[in-house]
């Protein structure tokens, strides 16, 4: 359901095909997430955040596998549930995410590599993450992003997990806009991604993340 091609000023391209409603459905849902709206200087909330951070790398990876495939499995009751990701429900959420192609894996990769070397990274994180998870609550998402942004200013530990969140997140977002491009043109349109950059030390990057990511 998509083409690649690489450009020898932009490198590897991905042109996606059509999407079927029922996919791009799923999309503004799979941003919708509980970011805190204040912050706590204990470190349960950074543990609850590395938590969501897991999820919804997990999530939007389960659903750009579904875009580039062209389907929705019957069952993916499992995929909404704002708890823990353990369990079964993990088990289910990583073999779907292993199912994205390297081409869409490098996608968000590159956005991942590309925020965490920019030092406007806060300030791109943070209001997309909450403004998409709080899309018709504009105070809320202000809060959380205050929130965010100062998590990640603080707190060196988390920025590998809310960069990745993030470059998921956007990646699923961004391909869907270049399908409904295409398909109002009538002519391909690539997968926006911002420049890759140079992976992070190995210390900082957490298992799931090397799991989730195929690094």
């Known amino acids: 359901m998509f083409t690649v091609r690489d450009d020898p000023h932009l490198g590897r391209r991905v ?3 059509p999407v079927a409603p029922e996919v791009t459905g799923l999309v503004p849902r799979v941003h919708h997430a509980d970011w805190p709206v204040w912050l706590d200087p204990g470190p349960r909330m950074l543990r609850d955040v590395l938590d969501l951070c897991r999820l919804q790398t997990a999530r939007s990876l389960a659903v750009l596998s579904w875009l580039a495939h062209g389907r929705v499995p019957g069952d993916h009751a499992w995929l909404w549930p704002g708890r823990r990701l353990t369990g079964p429900r993990q088990h289910l959420m990583y073999a779907e995410a292993a199912g994205v192609p390297d081409a869409a894996l490098g996608l968000v990769v590159a956005n991942w590599t590309w925020v965490l070397g920019t030092r406007f990274a806060g300030q791109v994180t943070a209001p997309y993450l909450a403004g998409t998870a709080y899309p018709d609550d504009g105070f809320t998402a202000a809060q959380a992003t205050v929130t965010l942004t100062r998590i990640w200013e603080r707190h060196a530990e988390a920025r590998p997990a809310l ?5 998921a997140s956007r990646t699923i977002t961004d391909w869907c806009k270049a399908a409904e491009l295409g398909a ?6 690539p997968v926006f991604t911002y420049p890759r950059g140079p992976l992070p030390p190995p210390a900082g990057v957490r298992p799931w993340m090397v799991r989730l990511l195929r690094l």
């Open 15 to 17: 042109f996606p095909g």
């Open 184 to 189: 109002a043109y009538g002519r391909e349109a």
């Open 163 to 167: 960069g990745v969140a993030w470059a």
